[in-house]
């Protein structure tokens, strides 16, 4: 420890004659020293013993004096780079609330787009459903519409047929009739033939 503040004596004793100025600026209260740091964390320390201890090892007041403020602000400056970082609970649990916070708005808006898309979704799904049943009914319609042709063509068809076999049946009648004229004819014929000569006995 002696070795130690020996060292830190030496080199305060080379910086003391370039901070000749720095000294008589510099203004010392003489009270214990404390440095508070970002959380609430504090440092404490008695300067004024520091300063008799400093004067105990050879330093005047001024040297311990300037000596134990460039402590305090080393000090300050190493808590600044250890301390940056941290947080306190406080601090912590506010910051949990936020993130909490932020991803109950992130849920939330993820709901609202998923009912956003499901809305999306069933206006498609029923517009593509309502464009089925509208083909579907033109297509109904139209074979509705091919079937009355097609039982219309069957019914002329039909009654062309009739016709046809109704025509068909009067000229087989009247080729009968007329052949049953001519057989008739012709008997009659026959029978004049076959008479004209006994008429002529009959007479003799």
Excluded at 48 to 72: P, Y
Excluded at 122 to 146: F, G, R, T, Y
Aim: one cysteine or more; aromatic letters at 6%; hydrophobic letters at 40%.
């Amino acid at each position: 420890m002696r070795h130690s503040c020996v060292l830190w004596i030496c080199w305060s004793q080379q910086m003391s004659r370039n901070m000749q100025e720095w000294d008589k600026a510099m203004q010392y209260d003489g009270s214990r020293s404390e440095i508070t740091k970002p959380g609430h964390r504090k440092l404490l320390f008695d300067t004024q013993a520091l300063v008799r201890l400093l004067e105990d090892s050879g330093f005047t007041i001024q040297q311990a004096k300037v000596f134990v403020n460039m402590l305090v602000n080393t000090t300050n400056s190493n808590m600044d780079i250890m301390y940056n970082d941290m947080v306190t609970k406080t601090q912590q649990e506010i910051m949990l609330q936020k993130v909490m916070s932020h991803i109950a708005a992130v849920k939330k808006d993820m709901i609202i787009l998923e009912k956003s898309e499901f809305s999306t979704l069933l206006a498609e799904n029923e517009d593509m459903m309502n464009k089925v049943c509208l083909d579907n009914k033109l297509d109904v319609n139209l074979e509705k519409s091919q079937v009355k042709e097609m039982v219309s063509c069957l019914v002329k068809t039909r009654r062309k047929w009739k016709m046809y076999r109704h025509v068909t049946q009067n000229n087989m009648k009247i080729d009968t009739e007329v052949a049953g004229l001519k057989t008739m004819l012709e008997s009659h014929k026959l029978d004049t033939r076959l008479n004209k000569p006994r008429s002529l006995l009959h007479h003799i």
